[in-house]
């Protein structure tokens, strides 16, 4: 009881150590965001901190996106919402935002200092993504080095009141950087960079003892389909399957392969035990009849919706009607058929979209 109240005098928010006489800093929640990371990507070899990380927390084997475009998925993760649900129903530059009636995740933790840096407009302010947030830095336009986030955050990590963390990293999504006589060795060579990065700010949250969560927004293609080395056309498991690890301390080391998805990231960062999903709803971010035959219209009014579980997919392609993969179950079908159309609030595609490689129309 004494230390209890020394502790106390020293700072209102401080907790004993296990009974040592050291106050233990109040609690951190980090979300760490990876773009274009793709599920076979978290490994020792092209990430060997989230890695360690992993090894010695939670890493679930089938996680997935809900859509392959960085608003979208983004907006998920901080409203446990699906695409249709949030509004964020396509990237911001086509003029999608969140609804305002929908919780954002630092509304979830009133009193905490709060702070995002995101490394991409994407992630970025426009459409809402910025709400609720005390600090909020990020490009409009285009993007930053993984680095300039990485150490704002850390510059930023207060010890003297809770803190809230969402720190997201743009380097593996594509134009592919680096040495590397491939495609996909640079895409390699980009995952690995970004791991790199983030090892110094891993480390910080670690000793801090705060719950991390480290997850990507979507997958990629590389050379396996027939539209390469992109993300928003596709429903495969390249770009849906995603990496979702979460350590905190004293946190029981665990492979799960429940199925779970990015909406469940909120409820992951409040440390709750994540129920398995029995299905899980993706669409694509667009149509383009080069790279899926026969969807129409093409853009984002034909994208194809698929409905995931044990046994399968049932996936709706405009134009194509209903295919099965797999042996889904037959409920499935109608429940596909539950996914509202897109609604349409498409503006004209910008400089900064085209330079990142977002040309749908
Ligand atoms: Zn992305």
Redesign the pocket.
Known sequence: MILWFFACQLSPDSHLRDGLNAPIPPPVVALITI??WRADHLSGAFSPNIWALAAEGERYTRAYSPMG??SP?HASMLTGLYPWEHGMEANNHHGYRLRDDVEVLPEQYPGWATAAFVSAY?AGPAGGMDRGWDVFEGPAAGEAPGETAVKAAMAWLPTDKPALLWVHIYEP?GPYQGAGATERLRYGGEVRHADELLGPLIAVLRERGATIVVAA??GEVLDEERCSYQ?ERSISEHVLAVPLVRWSPGIKPAVIDDLVGLTDVPALLKGETIAARSHWFAQSGMCEADCAPGCAPAGLAGRDTVVIDAGGRWVNRPGRGKHVQGQPKPALRAALDGVPALKTAVSPTNKAAEILGYLEP
Do not use: K
């Open positions: 773009d274009t475009l960085t998925a994407p999504h927004d979507h993300h």
